[in-house]
C-alpha cells in the first residue's frame, strides 16, 4: 500500500471509532442548501451538502463568488465549532458542475457533452476539467457531479445532450481523461491537490440504453451489453481514480439500481474494484420500495452510501437510524459505507475542518469566468460544430452584409441548454451571462472593422438592400431530464417558424446558412432543403464567438479555422429513425456515425431530401414527467 494511503486508512479508523451511530448515519446523509441551514447540518452531522440545479446562496441567481464562498465558510464554519463532537467531520458540498461551473453567476460555461463528443479531443477534454475544477474550487465546493457516462442509444431521450456519444469508444477515453482534469492524477502529489475537486462517475448503470429512451425508465437488455456498452466510461473512470459514483435512476429488468445490490456491491465495489463512495441520485432510494424507512434501507443495503435528498433530509436520517437499530441494516454495512465517506474525505485532504476558502483545494475567487478559460471555451466550441451540409457559401468573408435571423441568434441561455444557473435552463437571459457572447456578438465581431455588417432580426424580415447572406440561428428550447423526453425526433412539427423563415429568405434569393442549437440529432430534412449550408452547433455555452470563429474566413481572407467535429451519434433518415446507432444491422442513416465535411472537401450539393414528416399527427410529448420529485426552482 502506498504510504499516503496507510496514513489515509489511519485516519479513517480513528475518525470512525470516535463516531456514534447517529453521527455515521448522519455522514451517510447529503442535504440541500435550501433546507438545511449551517446550524442543522452541524447538530446531525450530515456528511454533506449540495445545490441542486437552481439552488443559490439566499436564492440569489446572481449571487457572487463571494455570497458562495461565504456560505461554504458558514457549513464548514458550523461543523468545525459543533459542540456535539469532539471530532467534527468536515462535510463535502457536491455541486452540478456539468459544463463548467454551470450554476454559477459569472462562470465559464463550456458546449455540453454531445458537442464536447463531436469534437473527439482527449486534451481538450482533460484541459476543461482542469479550468472546471478551478472554477469550483474557487467558490469554496469540493466535489463535481460529473462526468456523465451514459452512452445514450435512443435520442428521444431528455439527457442525450449530457452523453458524449452513442458508442463507447468516446465515451471510454473522455472519462479517464476527465476525471485526470478534475481530481489530478492518483498516485502523483497533486491528487486532490489545489485546484482539483472530486469527480462523479454517473449514473450507474446503463440509462442510456431504457425503454423508448424514457428518462428513469427500464432497461431490458443482456449483461453483455450492459457491459460491452455501458460499463466502460466507469471502469475507465474507476481506473483514473474516481472518488465517488451516483447511481442511477433506471431500473435494469425492472429492479431499480438503487436497490440493486448485484449491480452496486458484487460488480461495481467488487468486479470493478471501486472503494470510493456511491452516492444516491436525487431521493433515488425512495424509488425502491413504497414504504420510505425500508425504501432508505434496502438502498443502502444494496450499496448506496450516500443519501442524496431533495427536501427531507431529516425523514431519510431518522429513517436510516429505525432501519438500523431494527437490525434491517447491519452496522457493518453502516461502518463500510461510513469509511467509504471518510476514506474519501481523507483522501482529499479535509481531515482538519479549516474554513473551506482557506482550504488546500481552494483557489483565488479571479478564475471564475477568467479569460484563459473563455478562451478555451470558445475553443472548444469551434472544434464542436458539425457540417452537414455546404453548397459553398461557406466560409463567409467579413466584409459581407450577414443578416442574422432566428430566435437563437442572440440568446445566450438557449445556447446554453439545460443545467445552467436553473436546472431546466429556462428562465435566463443575457443579463445572467456577464462574461457570455451570444453567437450574434461574435457575428458582429467578425465583421465590425473589416468593412461588413451584422444585422440582428431574428424573424428574417428586412428593409433596404438585400443581405448578402442570412444565418438563421435554431434549435430546441432548454430542458433538462425527463423534461427533454420526445416521442420523435421532428424538429418542425415541435417549431415551425425557424422553417417559415429559411423559406422566405430563400424565395427572395437570399443565401441562407442555419445554425442548430440541440442537445440531440433530429429529424430536420425540410431545413436541410431550405439551407444552403447547415452546421450543428449542438449547445455551445457561453462562448458563442467560437461560432463565427469558423464560419468567416480570418480578417487576411484565409482560413483560419476550420470545421473539426464529427458526429458522435447518428443522424436520423426520418422523425421515427430511432434508437438509431452506429454498428446496428441495418444501419442507414442519413448522416454517419463520424461524419462532418470540411471546407477543402468537394462542394456537397446533396439531392432534395425527402421531406414526409412521418411524426405528424403526433403529439408533441405525450409522456408524463418520471421525476419523482421536485427541485428548488
Ligand atoms: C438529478 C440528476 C443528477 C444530478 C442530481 C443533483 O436529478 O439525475 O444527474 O447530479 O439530480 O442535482
Not at 447491519?330 to 474554513?355: E, F, H, N, T, Y
Not at 475567487?365 to 457559401?393: C, F, I, Y
Not at 431574428?458 to 435554431?474: L, M, R, T, Y
Request: aromatic share 8%.
Amino acid at each position: 500500500m502506498h504510504p499516503s494511503e496507510r496514513r489515509v486508512q489511519r485516519i479513517v479508523e480513528r475518525c470512525l471509532r470516535g463516531l456514534s451511530v447517529e453521527q455515521k448515519v448522519g455522514q451517510m446523509v447529503q442535504a440541500e442548501i435550501a433546507n438545511a441551514t449551517p446550524t442543522e447540518v452541524a447538530e446531525f452531522a450530515l456528511g454533506s451538502i449540495l445545490n441542486g440545479g437552481g439552488s443559490f446562496p439566499g436564492g440569489n441567481k446572481q449571487a457572487s463568488v463571494d455570497d458562495w464562498r461565504a456560505l461554504a465558510d458558514a457549513y464548514h464554519g458550523a461543523v468545525r465549532k459543533s459542540t456535539h463532537s469532539d471530532h467534527p467531520v468536515p462535510i463535502l458540498w457536491g455541486t452540478d458542475a456539468v459544463h463548467g461551473h454551470s450554476n454559477v453567476y459569472g462562470a465559464t460555461v463550456f458546449p455540453h457533452n454531445i458537442g464536447l463528443g463531436a469534437a473527439r479531443d482527449g486534451d481538450l477534454m482533460e484541459a476543461i476539467a482542469v479550468a472546471t475544477a478551478r472554477e469550483v474550487a474557487a467558490t469554496g465546493i469540493d466535489w463535481t457531479f460529473a462526468p456523465t457516462l451514459a452512452v445514450a442509444r435512443d435520442d428521444r431521450w431528455g439527457r442525450t445532450y449530457e452523453s458524449f456519444a452513442e458508442h463507447p469508444d468516446v465515451v471510454v477515453e473522455y472519462a479517464s481523461r476527465i476525471v485526470a482534469g478534475l481530481q489530478g492524477v492518483a498516485g502523483e502529489p497533486d491528487f486532490l491537490g489545489p485546484g482539483r475537486i472530486l469527480a462523479t462517475g454517473k449514473h450507474f448503470l446503463g440509462e442510456g440504453h431504457t425503454t423508448d429512451g424514457r428518462d428513469q425508465g427500464d432497461v431490458v437488455c443482456s449483461e453483455d451489453t450492459l457491459r460491452d456498452l455501458h460499463a466502460g466510461g466507469h471502469r475507465a473512470a474507476i481506473a483514473a481514480g474516481v472518488q465517488t459514483v451516483m447511481a442511477a435512476f433506471n431500473s435494469w429488468h425492472g429492479t431499480k439500481v438503487h436497490g440493486h445490490r448485484y449491480l452496486l456491491t458484487d460488480v461495481l465495489k467488487g468486479a470493478l474494484g471501486f472503494d470510493g463512495f456511491v452516492v444516491s441520485d436525487w431521493d433515488g432510494f425512495l424509488q425502491v420500495a413504497e414504504d420510505r424507512a425500508e425504501a432508505c434501507g434496502s438502498s443502502v443495503n444494496a450499496g448506496v452510501d450516500l443519501l442524496m435528498v431533495g427536501v427531507e433530509w431529516r425523514a431519510a436520517y431518522h429513517d436510516l437510524l429505525q432501519q438500523v437499530s431494527a437490525g434491517a441494516v447491519p452496522m457493518a454495512r453502516i461502518d463500510d459505507a461510513v469509511r467509504r465517506i471518510l476514506r474519501v474525505k481523507a483522501r482529499a485532504g479535509l481531515v482538519s475542518c479549516a474554513r473551506s476558502s482557506a482550504r488546500p483545494a481552494t483557489v483565488e475567487e479571479s478564475v471564475v469566468g477568467e479569460p484563459s478559460h473563455r478562451e478555451l471555451a470558445r475553443r472548444a466550441v469551434r472544434r464542436s460544430l458539425v457540417l452537414l451540409k455546404n453548397d459553398g457559401v461557406l466560409p463567409l468573408k467579413r466584409d459581407a452584409k450577414v443578416l442574422v435571423a432566428g430566435d437563437g441568434a442572440d440568446n445566450i441561455g438557449k445556447q446554453c441548454g439545460g443545467w445552467t444557473l436553473t436546472w431546466q435552463g429556462t428562465g435566463n437571459d443575457n443579463s445572467d451571462f456577464p462574461n457570455g457572447m451570444s453567437l450574434f456578438d461574435g457575428f458582429v465581431e467578425a465583421t465590425a472593422h473589416h468593412g461588413g455588417s451584422a444585422i440582428l432580426s431574428p424573424n428574417g424580415e428586412f428593409g433596404g438592400d438585400s443581405p448578402d447572406v442570412a444565418v438563421v440561428v435554431f434549435g430546441e428550447e432548454p430542458y433538462a431530464e425527463g423534461d427533454g423526453d420526445r416521442d420523435h425526433l421532428s424538429y418542425s412539427t415541435l417549431h415551425a417558424e425557424p422553417l417559415a423563415i429559411l423559406r422566405r429568405l430563400q424565395e427572395r434569393g437570399i443565401p441562407t446558412v442555419s445554425v442548430f442549437l440541440t442537445g440531440r440529432p433530429m429529424w430536420v430534412n425540410p431545413e436541410l432543403n431550405a439551407s444552403d449550408a447547415f452546421v450543428v452547433a449542438w449547445l455551445p455555452g457561453t462562448e458563442g464567438g467560437g461560432v463565427a470563429d469558423v464560419l468567416f474566413r480570418g480578417p487576411n481572407g484565409k482560413l483560419d479555422h476550420d470545421f473539426h467535429g464529427r458526429l458522435s451519434f447518428s443522424w436520423p433518415r426520418h422523425a421515427m429513425h430511432t434508437p438509431l446507432n452506429v454498428g446496428d444491422t441495418d444501419y442507414a442513416p442519413l448522416f454517419p456515425y463520424g461524419y462532418g465535411l470540411r471546407y477543402g472537401d468537394a462542394i456537397d450539393r446533396p439531392g432534395r431530401l425527402d421531406e414526409t414528416d412521418s411524426a405528424r399527427g403526433m403529439p408533441a410529448r405525450d409522456r408524463p414527467c418520471t421525476m419523482g420529485s421536485t427541485y428548488p426552482r
